[in-house]
């Protein structure tokens, strides 16, 4: 059975056609945020077609969609966009899919997806107790406890992980969810470019001379020797490393997994997370594997083509 994978970002989606849990064909698009959800999904359809067509696909059997916020997978409805794609809640994707591909669908938070992904096709096929941090355009998370994802009464558990407080205080980082000290608003794709800019030390930075801050620039940056790329990237690191602590005393994990693009930065990352977390997380039993998904950006899609497997088959999911 072929499944075609969504995966809506923040600035792209992603889309891909699977088969017995390997990518097919993939396709990036442009996305578009604020109030034009509609668009955007008539871009993905137009995409999917454009894919199923080169591969001489008719009729797919399944599809998965995975969004930046929260949803409920039960109603298929996205609960809550957080700035992003205001449009979307409530939006009626049983409608539009019936209209479109006529299939079986699920939806579900990307980063459920992704964790879902690593655990089935990826990293962590060994576990049944793992956590989950994913960066994209903000930083999500995911958890699954002895082989079950992780979800809540409100479907907001673990998938919003990167909004765990690391700052307290009247002067902690204001967040885009409303609270004030999240991880993400302290680091993130998003919040980088605004904490480069209010550094003294910007203006003499080679950070200044960039049409885009993001960490793959800040990243050659600091191995050039630039100052302040090499403060900005030490001050993310131990950002996410006290968030993965939070999130070992919340799950209890056995393996954590770190996917999104940032992750393409690899030992640079995975190493100094492992050794905050073996030297400062209270795990008496040990300690946890730090791993780095083989590829960052297949985790969400893997994950999608499980997912929609088991809504085709009628089997409950992870």
Known sequence: MITLALDIGGTRMKLALLEN?????????ESYRDDKYQKNLDKAEAEGRRMMAE?????????????????????KVVVSANGKFVDAIGYDLTGWVKRTF???????????????????????QDTKDAVMMIFGTGVGAAAVMDGRLIR?????????????????????????CGNIGCMEANASSWALP??????PLFESSALSRLDVIDYKNLKACADAGDELAVKLLRRSL??????????IVAYDPEVIILSGGIARMGEALRRPLEEHVHKYAWTPWGHPDVRLAANPEASVVLGLHKLTMDEIEGKTAL
Not at 21 to 29: A, F, R, T, W
Not at 55 to 75: H, Q, S, T, W, Y
Not at 154 to 165: P, S
């Open 21 to 29: 849990g390997k990518i097919v064909k993939e396709g990036i698009v």
């Open 55 to 75: 591969l001489g696909i008719e009729r797919i059997d399944g599809l998965g969609i995975a969004f930046p916020g929260l949803v409920n997978p039960k109603k």
């Open 102 to 124: 006529d299939c079986p669908f699920i939806l579900d938070n990307d980063s459920n997806a992704a964790l879902i992904g690593e655990m089935t096709y990826g990293c962590a």
């Open 152 to 176: 809540g009464k409100h479907f907001q558990a673990a998938c919003i992980g990167g909004h765990m407080v690391i700052e307290a205080g009247p002067d902690a980082t204001p967040c885009n």
């Open 194 to 199: 605004l904490f480069a800019k209010k550094d």
């Open 238 to 247: 131990d950002c996410w490393s006290a968030n993965l602590c939070n999130l």
